[in-house]
């Protein structure tokens, strides 16, 4: 209709004032006193955390020239991307979303920026929250490890055949609070739906 305003969306990220400056050491002793403080500032006292967590990271290597790693928190278990100077990293705005590649399919993943913090912008996917269900910190970075190795990995694990030769039931997807009770397999095979790749 002529004359009319184009419509505007509700919510519109403010991108940052400018890009991120590349890591060019490991990031994560600088991921794990960011998260520290976190915990003991302003999480803490709420009452969703799992106590019998602590915050760690689950190693951080280089892809494609950036940075990835897992992040284990009492709030939350996620993957993370940091910019290294690299092709993987977007410059978004906090809550922008984006589909990155990786061998085992494109994941998406969501910014977040504070220029006063230890890390000033990151790429975070979250793999489990709340993390209630998780009984140790074992647990949770086993996980957290598993997670990383499914997402270099490039190939979806065969199936065996049982002597009857008969068809499998098609896979259910389990819900994120059945992961911390789930054998490696159903673990991996969750991140690879989330990647798009799920069991045939």
Not at 11 to 23: D, I, K, N
Not at 144 to 163: G, H, I, K, Q, R
Not at 180 to 191: I, T, W
Request: proline share 12%.
């Amino acid at each position: 209709m002529s004359g009319s305003r184009p419509r505007q969306p509700l919510y519109r990220a403010e991108r940052p004032a400018a890009p991120a400056l590349p890591h060019a050491d490991n990031p994560a002793p600088r991921v794990l006193a960011m998260y520290r403080r976190i915990w003991e500032t302003t999480m803490r006292d709420l009452d969703f955390v799992n106590r019998a967590l602590e915050v760690d990271i689950a190693g951080f290597r280089r892809h494609r020239g950036d940075w990835v790693g897992a992040v284990v928190t009492p709030w939350f278990v996620n993957l993370c991307v940091l910019p290294g100077g690299g092709e993987l990293w977007r410059d978004l705005g906090t809550g922008e979303r984006v589909k990155l590649p990786f061998p085992v399919g494109e994941l998406e993943f969501i910014a977040d920026c504070d220029p006063a913090a230890e890390i000033p912008a990151a790429l975070h996917c979250p793999l489990l929250a709340p993390v209630t269900a998780l009984r140790s910190q074992a647990e949770a970075l086993r996980m957290a490890l598993d997670a990383l190795e499914t997402l270099f990995s490039p190939a979806a694990e065969p199936a065996a055949a049982d002597a009857s030769d008969a068809p499998a039931a098609p896979e259910q997807a389990p819900p994120a609070a059945s992961l911390a009770e789930s054998s490696e397999p159903p673990r991996r095979a969750f991140l690879r739906r989330l990647a798009g790749r799920g069991t045939r």
